[in-house]
């Protein structure tokens, strides 16, 4: 049976657009306009019921149907779409926790900055961070004051997951909020929802957007007076995004299941082809079958995307810029989610080895590459010279 509410490829490429009341138009406009004029003063007033658009800082034609499209694809009832990732995750974190309250997060969550330097820091919050490997580090950094529990599964640098359902069940037990960073995975191959998670983020200038041409971000949960804490705040904040960013976000999630698929089908081979490296000490993709949490990953993911780390087997700084130098395809760039293929160094920003063991990491020679559409065998090719450029 055709279903266009659950189904994720018709979700994307019809879902909202409602043809009829656009004209007919194949593609929904772009509604640019600052407001809506109301229809009569008791309108204004409240004395007759209000129209669902007024204030483009509050509301958007163009959003709403981005924000239908997102909701369905990650199984939940309500999305509110934002003008950045951080936005999004600040709206979720200042919604929960208030001055006092504390906050238990993965190291190398998206949002661990932000909740250093302002809720620590600025708000009078308290934070641990954990591994996230283990589930008993979630039990021992509960207090009676934790209020929220932040994962993202995979991470973005290392790639360890986070047992989804355990967490989900260790914050129900003690009646704590959970969000997650679903960048990675998409709602095409992991709905945590579905997990006992409470709130899904999105970074919209990853793969929801996937042209490297938007900042955008969302939340997703299944709850419906915290999402109309979520809309208020965004609106008060002024944090909504844009309708032209929103139609492009559109645009790009209609074709999100396929690229998705090209990506991760690239993504395995060169995994596999830096596996067989002898440059290469060891790879950080959930993807492969030497993955410490291979079956945990095949027991919460459908699939993995472009995303991966690899480490370099070497001490000497130079070894590895020289990597980098020899590389033609892969551009130095932090971001990722687009067609283009890139390349970083996180850790060698600094000398300090403990910190990149701490986060995960063998040693500071980690270089994150994302695998665009550039196809396999050229990325393999490019990789190839940039070792022998060693």
Known sequence: MIDFEHDEQLIATHLGDDYGRFLNSIIPPVFMNSLHVLDSIESYTGAAPASRYFYGRV???????????VAAME?????VVFASGMAASAAAVMTVCNPGDHIICVKNSYIKGFIEKFCVKKQGMTATFVGGTDLQEFEDAVRPNTKLIVIESPVSLTFSLQDIRGVAAIAKKNGIKTYIDNSYCTPIFQNPLDLGIDMVMH?????????????????????????????DFRGSYGAIIGPMEAWLMMRGMRTLDVRL????????????YLEANDHVSIVHYPGLESHPQYELMKSQQRGNCGLMSFEID??????VYSFVRGLKIFQIGVSWGGFESLV?????????????????????????????????DNLIEDLENGFKNM
């Not at 509301?59 to 499209?69: L, R």
């Not at 698929?261 to 596999?272: D, N, P, S, W, Y």
């Not at 070497?314 to 070894?319: G, Q, S, V």
């Open 59 to 69: 509301s958007n034609p163009t959003v709403e149907i981005v924000e239908q499209k």
């Open 75 to 79: 199984h939940g009832k309500y999305a």
């Open 203 to 231: 970074t919209a200038s990853k793969y929801l957007g996937g042209h490297s041409d938007i900042i955008g971000g969302v939340l997703v949960s299944n709850d419906e007076e915290f999402m109309k804490e979520i809309r």
């Open 261 to 272: 698929q090209r990506h991760q089908e690239t993504a395995l081979k060169v995994a596999h």
């Open 314 to 319: 070497t001490k000497d700084d130079e070894a």
């Open 344 to 376: 970083c160094t996180p850790f060698m920003r600094s000398k300090d080895e403990q910190s990149a063991k701490d986060q995960g990491a063998n040693s500071r020679m980690l270089v994150r590459i994302h695998c665009g559409l550039e196809g396999a």
